[in-house]
DNA sequence: GCAATTTACTTTTTT
DNA sequence: AGTAAATTGC
């Protein structure tokens, strides 16, 4: 190990392994090394790798960081604790789970089957979900826990209409996670933290065990995560935490800024380190970088500079429309691979909503370059997979019931909704759970006997593998469990295109059961559910793959590569935002800056005149934050616009109509986007009768062009624009 | 109780 | 446009 190539910033950030240190690392700042170089110092230095405490924001993170030190020390470093919060104290709480009243095979509840838990509540209590959508309750319910606010102070925290209500749902929902044996994503933080403020024995053997504790990406925790941190640390106080607050894009999942903003304040006698030169990037895309994030008003302040080249501009694309911005990029990775420079890995399209990544797949098949979508619709997220899941969830946790309720009546076994709720209604009042309800059911005449027997075969289908749990091999005990369901007999007999896709999911999940327990022969099933229940698509995703990489920016961080396209860089898209009430532009800008420090030599950003949005096409306007972007270091390109056509447009949309019929003879890209009474999402209009509104969403054509319109006194309209006169304020 | 058809909703970002 | 949820008809 040698420290002579470490910077003097760098140096201190790894050799000052004593008491509270913030880094403030900069984009490219080399902070992963940084943090490698200091466990692998702190453990050359005597420390026992057992009391060493890192946690990353992926899974992906963690395991190359396992492995570049396992490079520099040696076996050693597999006794590290590595990985993500959610997962280290998953495993916590397997172990502690005997203190907490759960049982250490207690399930992990993702989004969706808290949701479904949580709809449940809401039809079981009588709340409509036009009245109370169950989404919002689910996100209130999340920022609480984040916050630690319990239920019976959730009142003093929240003020809304429905409040009430949801400190209801809020309370039943901890009741029925409680008694699922089941956690939610919140829980695997809390419930760590409620066990240590209760049992000081707990807390210190944690304190005792994790003598230096490291967090990656700290600008980016919340504040459960902080009150974690203060706890565990508060016996040594050998904390280091990394992170840079220009990159803090986690908001909206409950991150709070002011945790490294403040971090000087809340451990004191800290230091901070502040890591300035970047390596990364050339000086073009870090001045752009930088010209972008100096608008933001909140931030630590600090200069990041570079000694790498001036290299070439960055290019902004302007396009036609989405389909033309995919083919335009295409063709630029085409002709830069053909130069033998670059290969296919060497490439990232970085775009802000999952569903931008489909006209990009489309256009790439076609100019045959390889590629691979990171994220998405995420695997384990998939009906099938979820259902199989469930099966396995139930054999090790049999107080699952919502895995049970996914499952019962599928597939088919004649097992219906007034069934099952004769079933819940008796589990609840004998306080038992679903699966063992249904042999109270079978001894009770509130069901037929035909539905009996039906809830009997299900409940000895269950009994008979749970039974088997560790007997059997786990590779086997699946494989035959599934075979008994029928499931993939079902989709396979099915034969639709769908069915066969789902019939390869379930086999590809079984192939990924099998290598799991092969590589690791000690690994239960209960390994295997915290696994998939807590990996991402970006720790599958191995970069050495030699295919262009498609991502949201939110993936991309902490990834760089040579050549990135940020695209779809429009108002409304990039920065995003959500009707037009007043979004968080500060959060975007870092998202965007994020995706820019991501690329070494080539940055490119790219938007379209036009996008087509759920099917309709919509005039766009270029991002705001191109033009935040200082011109010097900038090269514009567009698509030849000889072809393209641009109108004058009067300012009241009863011209529209000349405009439609003369369609036909117009040329195929239509572009209003730089006229000046212009119909967009968030236009303010007058209409003779209704007032003064602002336009909620547009589609159609011609004369079919439909706005919805939300007037300033209350009402929501659909309007066709062809009979309603709009006038634009 | 189930299949077929209609409707509603999606596009924030994810542990 | 494409999918999931809800509703209807058998």
Known sequence: MNLNTLNSAQRNAVIETEGPVLVV???????????????????????????ILALTFTNKAAEEMKERIRHLIGKKADRLSMGTFHSVFAKLLRFEASHINFTSSYSIYDTDDSLRVIKGIMNDFDISDNFLNPKFVQSRISNAKNKLIKPEYYENNFFGIHESKIKTIYEEYRKRLKSNNSMDFDDLLIKPIELFEKDNGALLKYQKRYKYILVDEYQDTNHAQYRMLKLLSSGFENICVVGDDAQSIYKWRGADIRNILDF????????????????????????????????NVHQIEKNLWTDNEEGNKVTVYECLDDKDEANHICKAITIKMMSQEFKASDFAILYRTNAQSRIFEEALIKSTIPYVVVGGTEFYKRKEIKDVIAYLRLLVNPDDNESLLRIVNFPSRGIGEVSLEALKKLSQQNEISLLKGIQALNNSDSVTERVKKNFINFFNLVMKYSELVGKLNVNELVRSLIDETGILKMYKEEGSEDSINRYENISQLLNGLQ???????????????????????????????????????????????????????????????RDSSVDDVEEE??????????????????????????????????????????????????TSFSHAVSFRKKASYTQKKDFSKSRNAMPKYEDFSQEEKVLTVGTRVMHDVFGEGTIRQLSGFGDNLKAVVEFDEGLRKHLMLKFAKLKVL
């Open 25 to 51: 690392a900069g984009a490219g700042s080399g902070k992963t090394m940084v943090l490698t170089y200091r466990i692998a110092y702190l453990i050359s230095n005597g420390v026992d790798p057992a009391n």
């Open 264 to 295: 000087t304040k809340d451990f004191s006698s800290s230091k901070i380190i502040r890591l300035e030169q970047n390596y990364r990037s050339t000086k073009s895309i870090l001045s752009v970088a930088d010209s972008i994030i100096k608008r």
């Open 589 to 638: 800008r870092r998202l965007f800056y994020v995706g820019c420090t991501r690329a070494k030599k080539n940055l490119y950003v790219s938007f379209a005149r036009n996008r087509n949005r759920f099917g309709n096409l919509y005039p766009q306007r270029r991002s705001r934050f191109l033009d935040e972007i200082d011109e010097r270091f900038v090269e514009h390109e567009s």
């Open 515 to 577: 290598d799991f327990v092969n590589s690791n022969p000690t690994k239960t099933l209960v390994d295997f559910l915290n696994d998939i229940a807590l990996i991402s698509e970006i720790d599958k995703w191995e970069d050495k793959s030699t295919a262009v990489a498609l991502m949201t920016l939110h993936s991309a961080k902490g990834l760089e590569f040579k050549n990135v396209f940020v695209v779809g860089c429009e108002d409304g898209l990039l920065p995003l935002s």
